[in-house]
């Protein structure tokens, strides 16, 4: 069937290169490029300009803003003009304050009210004002078509009088909030600093207090040219300074005390005089009077608290980060993780701003960044799921002409109508008829298996059994096992012994698993999970016996969802393996008689003065007879070797390598052979200490094995040669159990095996030197009984030979576990 070269995939990394690679890029180039222009536009173009005021507002109205306890407000409050009357008051009641505050010799006097008309009380109010140092404000118009702005000064007795003079302007954005302040304004003609600032540069300078000003108010703006803007640091406390009433220090209420050294600052906050104006906090706190945000200004200037926006190039390089690394993302993440990983960035965008904002006072907006982010991700999104149902689309109909894999009635072929949608649902349809079809396919296999198999849930209780099941069930008069749990299903049964394949703990394990009959069969009790899974031998009423086992199901993600238990008959098994008990008893009894009877009139044949047969065919009857008798005895003991359970025990290897010298030492002797022991631990004397030397075994069929080599080094050597034996423990105690083996070799100076021969070496009835050394005899099967029982002791066996260059056989064994418990284990044998 022709493939469609061009069909998508959800890997971008697996389609580059091909026709859906370039248009994967092509659109990820073209949201990122709409994105780049989205922030262009709000960086640059200040398009986002509202929503930055929002921000910085609410950034500014979260926290509080440390305000200097040195500056003090008099208020002309609802109190005060009731108590002095209309506004505005008499010249002469300005006078009388100042030269009240002169007695209390502040700091400064920042007078906000104007007084640009002429009256016949202004000698009394300069004389007043020049009592203390004292900031008076000008008038500074809007500037004309022209560019000219007129300025309005405060009469000029006061003006000569006055410490310092400045305006007042705020300036208004947008919105009508004041958020920042030009500390100087004017035309080309003249230009002035804001009232603050002079009173802030006097101050600074300590020309008033020394000492008493904060030394970062050096740092104030000079007149270069420009306005100095800053944006002011509200806060929600940005009312919060000390505030007397204008009656009440006028009266002499206010103790001296809390106005010497003070900074004071006189302005209208009575109701109906409209001197107030929108901050970013006047959600909180309302609209400011015009002293507050002077009050405010002040405190910035001699905190240098001033906050400065950044140059609208560094914003824009800046938005760009979170937007490069969002694009990034989208060539490597999932969906789900494209979305995390763009509210990450946002939040990154806000905590970054307000970091800076409150750290280093600097203002960068996030909301470029945002607005880019927000942009960018539904575009890509909804670009993606086109592609995924495209691609969808593709697999479905591939699916749909593929052959099926199991029967189905012959359809005749068409096409899908409908729109995309339609089409795609009944894709879907037949794939899911095609899914239908495996469950059932699933289910009549299941139902035809002949042994019986239950299916459960988690918790144990029988959801589905097969045919064989049912009929099992009903064949011994027990009740269909669906609905019931596997305890009660199962609970008939009588255990016989559990299967743990040469597992040394296998007694524990029957013993707990008799005790804990028929607790086993709970598939919910996880503790027996891995005794099940291995089988257990059971036995029902009619006494035929089963192996039992439990199968875990579980789901793609790996989850356990359910339990298979099946049940296997094993009676034919166990009649087979009483035919193989009986034989293997033929061989060991019956035909070994014969042989030994044979043997016992060869030698009474012998001894008679005058045998009445020659003495060649005597030693031929008795070769026969010795050679059909070895050949039993070794078929025998491999034949227990790899079947029965081995009796394990403690052994000391070097006391087993003794014994074995021991029995083969008469024919090594004959052949003038000798046979060394060696321990590989000269710091000890004798055997009997060597720790190291340990291992569990069984004591019979491992002396055995290592005989069958000696005895294979004796035969296959030469008179008046060395077999040395060597035993050596692990190399450090340090290293963990598991890895600590025991070596035992055997190397002798004999005619050697050719490599090629050597694959052979442990398979049964293989023979070497047959032809060159056929005195030398055997049936073939010494070596593979050492390569069983070494084995299934969890060892190894190397050999290392050459033609005439002798034979070394190495025995691997682990190393004794004192942790283990009980002197008498056993090793099943392999079923």
Not at 71 to 85: F, K, P, T
Not at 245 to 268: E, K, M, T
Not at 278 to 297: E, F, K, M, R, W
Not at 586 to 601: E, F, G, K, T
Request: aromatic share 6%.
């Amino acid at each position: 069937m022709p493939t469609n070269s061009t069909r998508l995939s959800l890997d971008p990394r697996a389609r580059l290169g091909r026709r859906a690679g370039r248009r994967f890029l092509i659109e990820w180039m073209a949201i990122g490029c709409l994105g780049i222009a989205v922030i262009l536009f709000c960086s640059l173009g200040r398009l986002s300009a509202s929503v930055d005021h929002l921000v910085y507002d609410r950034f500014l109205s979260l926290r509080a803003q440390p305000l200097r306890p040195d500056i003090v407000v008099i208020e002309i409050d609802n109190a005060s003009v009731v108590q002095l009357g209309r506004w505005p008051w008499p010249r002469s009641v300005h006078a009388r304050l100042l030269e009240q505050l002169a007695k209390a010799k502040p700091a400064a006097v920042i007078y906000d009210v104007l007084f640009t008309e002429t009256n016949a009380e202004d000698a009394e109010l300069a004389r007043a004002v020049a009592l203390s140092p004292t900031y008076l404000p000008v008038l500074l118009t809007s500037p004309d078509s022209a560019g000219r702005r007129t300025v309005v000064e405060p009469v000029t007795p006061l003006a000569h009088a006055a410490a310092g003079l400045g305006h007042i302007n705020f300036e208004v954005d947008s919105d009508g909030i004041v958020r920042s302040v030009a500390q100087f304004e004017g035309d080309a003609d003249s230009r002035w600093p804001q009232l603050m600032l002079s009173a802030a540069r006097s101050v600074g300078r300590g020309a008033t207090q020394p000492g008493a000003a904060n030394p970062a108010t050096a740092r104030l703006a000079t007149d270069d040219g420009g306005e100095g803007r800053f944006l002011i640091p509200f806060g929600p406390n940005a009312e919060n300074f000390t505030k007397l009433s204008f009656a009440s220090v006028l009266d002499g209420d206010v103790p001296a005390d809390q106005l010497r050294g003070r900074i004071v600052l006189i302005g209208v906050t009575a109701s109906g005089l409209y001197d107030r104006f929108a901050t970013p906090v006047s959600g909180d706190l309302g609209p400011l009077p015009g002293v507050y945000i002077h009050a405010n200004v002040l405190n910035t200037l001699l905190s240098s608290r001033q906050i400065e926006p950044v140059e609208s190039w560094v914003l824009l390089l800046v938005s760009l980060v979170p937007l490069s690394v969002l694009l990034a993302g989208f060539l490597v993440l999932s969906p789900r993780r494209s979305l995390l990983l763009t509210a990450g960035l946002g939040l990154f965008a806000t905590a970054g701003s307000a970091a800076l904002l409150y750290g280093a006072r600097l203002w960068m907006s996030p909301v470029p960044a945002i607005l880019g982010l927000v942009a960018v991700y539904p575009i890509w999104n909804w670009r993606r799921l086109e592609m995924t149902m495209a691609y969808l689309r593709g697999e479905l109909q591939r699916l749909a002409d593929e052959p099926h894999l199991l029967p189905e009635t012959p359809q005749r072929r068409r096409e899908f109508g409908g729109d995309v949608l339609e089409q795609h649902m009944a894709l879907m349809a037949q794939a899911a008829q095609r899914v239908q079809d495996m469950k059932r396919f699933v289910w009549d296999s299941l139902d035809s298996m002949p042994e019986p198999i239950l299916v459960s849930d988690v918790s144990g209780v029988v959801l589905l059994s097969n045919h064989a099941a049912k009929a099992h069930f009903a064949r011994i008069g027990a009740l269909l096992p669906d609905g019931q749990s596997m305890k009660d299903v199962l609970g008939g049964l009588t255990l016989v012994k559990t299967i743990d394949h040469d597992d040394p703990s296998d007694a524990e394990h029957n013993l707990l698993a008799h005790a804990q009959w028929p607790a086993l069969l709970d598939p919910a009790r996880g503790e027996f999970a891995a005794l099940m899974a291995q089988g257990v031998e059971v036995r029902d009423a009619s006494g035929r016996d089963y192996l039992l086992r439990y199968a875990t199901c579980t789901n793609v993600q790996g989850e356990t969802t359910g339990w298979i238990a099946g049940l296997v008959d094993v009676s034919a098994l166990h009649a087979a393996e009483r035919q193989r008990e009986d034989a293997l008893r033929l061989l060991s009894h019956d035909m070994r008689s014969p042989q030994a009877s044979i043997l016992a009139l060869v030698e009474i044949e012998r001894s008679r003065s005058e045998p009445a047969l020659g003495q060649g065919l005597l030693e031929r009857i008795e070769r026969y007879a010795r050679r059909a008798l070895t050949l039993a005895d070794d078929f025998v003991q491999l034949a227990r070797a790899e079947s029965q359970a081995y009796e394990l025990e403690p052994v000391n290897l070097t006391d087993l390598m003794i014994d074995a010298s021991d029995e083969v030492w008469p024919q090594a002797q004959a052949k003038r052979i000798t046979l060394h022991t060696e321990t590989g631990d000269e710091g000890h004397e004798g055997h009997e200490g060597h720790e190291g030397h340990w291992i569990c075994a069984d004591r019979s069929l491992m002396a055995r094995a290592l005989v069958n080599i000696l005895n294979n080094a004796v035969k296959y050597s030469p008179p008046d040669t060395k077999v040395v034996c060597r035993v050596a423990g692990p190399p450090s105690m340090d290293m963990p159990m598991a890895a600590r083996r025991v070596t035992c070799t055997i190397r002798d100076q004999g005619y050697g095996i050719p490599k090629e021969q050597q694959a052979g070496l442990f398979e049964r009835f293989r023979r070497f030197h047959a032809t060159e050394r056929p005195e030398v005899g055997g049936a073939g099967l010494g070596m593979a009984f050492v390569k069983t029982v070494v084995t299934r002791h969890g060892g190894d066996v190397e050999v290392v030979s050459a033609p005439g260059e002798g034979t070394a056989f190495t025995i691997h064994l682990p190393v004794f576990d004192d942790t283990q418990t009980g002197t008498a284990m056993a090793i099943t044998p392999r079923s």
